[in-house]
């Protein structure tokens, strides 16, 4: 069995969720935490019980590297960390698995893809929204079942008003940088093509308790000709829509309807009937019964299978650069004001 010796780098809410699962895979020896704020890793470490050495930089980490032995970085930094954990991880010979978005800017991005490349590492990110059962019902129901057809449409909609409070509250993009991501990997993944060319507009109702603009609308076009509109807003008190979106996808002979949770249908067409509108037929799809972890743990799964079989995983940053590409595109046509071909 390959064994993992893992450093967790960044100590916030989300590396709860990191934590609890590489304490409980047998594989997975945590032997660091890590974090520029040293009590919250001294605090995280005294929570969960778990015996491993504490720092404040990851490059301490390293220097302690012959009694540590790491080959794995988990970054559950903030995004603006990334770049720096990532390619210092990449650099010392790790493999690294990290939370979304992968970088701020282009630039990050490419400069973590070098850095797999040249260290002939790993670099996976966390996409959990694919391994929900509504996202594989809905490609199934499209792809294997062909229920409504050729897909010309889609469409989602995020509304929630969230009160993080830290860095989120200060970022410039925060919607489409540290959400929309999630939602944009999510149309890739019922597109099953790359975007082309995008036309967004941002901005901040005044009652916004944001620095940066925290509602967005933003019109792609994919390589195989659908076009995806998002709308979304993270300061919209009332009728929140899911985390995972309302989605509307449309196709030659009809369209599915998805809330994000267990409320998932298409309307048909009958092709034996006419009218000024066609006459549908309501079909409820099935959420398949998943024999393997979904949502994070999915996903978690997935890195780590990937890791032993020596493959890229299903969220590989290279496969995720072309969702993060559609979030640098959305921010740079929000800035100029004008569609940007990506």
Not at 188 to 207: G, Q, T
Request: aromatic share 12%.
């Amino acid at each position: 069995m390959k064994k993992f010796n893992a450093l967790l780098v960044g100590c916030g809410g989300m590396a709860n969720t990191w934590l609890r699962y590489l304490i409980n895979r047998p594989d997975v020896k945590v032997v660091g935490l890590c974090d520029i704020i040293v009590e919250k890793a001294e605090k995280m470490k005294a929570d969960y019980g778990v015996d491993c050495k504490v720092f404040d930089e990851i490059k301490k980490a390293f220097e302690n590297d012959n009694e540590l032995e790491i080959n794995l970085v988990a970054d559950c930094t903030t995004p603006d960390a990334h770049e720096y954990i990532v390619t210092t991880a990449l650099g010392y010979g790790c493999d690294v698995v990290g939370e979304k978005p992968m970088a701020e800017t282009r630039e990050q991005a490419l400069s973590e893809i070098n850095a797999a490349k040249r260290a002939g590492k790993t670099y996976a990110v966390m996409q959990n929204r694919i391994y929900l059962p509504g996202m594989r019902a809905i490609r199934m129901a499209v792809d294997e079942k062909n229920i409504i057809g050729r897909l010309g449409y889609i469409g989602s909609d995020f509304f929630i008003g969230a009160h993080f409070g830290g860095f989120r509250d200060l970022m410039d993009n925060v919607l489409i940088l540290d959400m929309a991501i999630h939602t944009f990997y999510q149309a890739r993944f019922f597109a099953k093509s790359n975007p082309v060319s995008v036309y967004c507009h941002e901005f901040n109702p005044l009652w916004s308790w944001y620095k940066g603009n925290a509602s967005a609308v933003a019109i792609f076009e994919f390589e195989n000709g659908i076009v995806y509109n998002y709308t979304g807003s993270w300061c919209s008190e009332g009728h929140n829509t899911s985390w995972e979106c309302d989605w509307r996808l449309i196709g030659e002979k009809g369209t599915i309807k998805w809330n994000g949770g267990d409320n998932l249908s298409a309307d048909v067409i009958n092709p034996q009937q006419k009218g000024f509108t066609n006459p549908c037929e309501r079909i409820e799809i099935d959420m398949p019964r998943l024999e393997k972890n979904y949502g994070h743990e999915g996903c978690f799964d997935e890195m780590f299978n990937a890791l032993i079989e020596e493959r890229p995983a299903e969220t590989d940053c290279n496969d995720n650069y072309y969702a993060m590409n559609m979030v640098y595109g959305a921010i740079e046509s929000a800035k100029y004001n004008k569609k940007i071909m990506l």
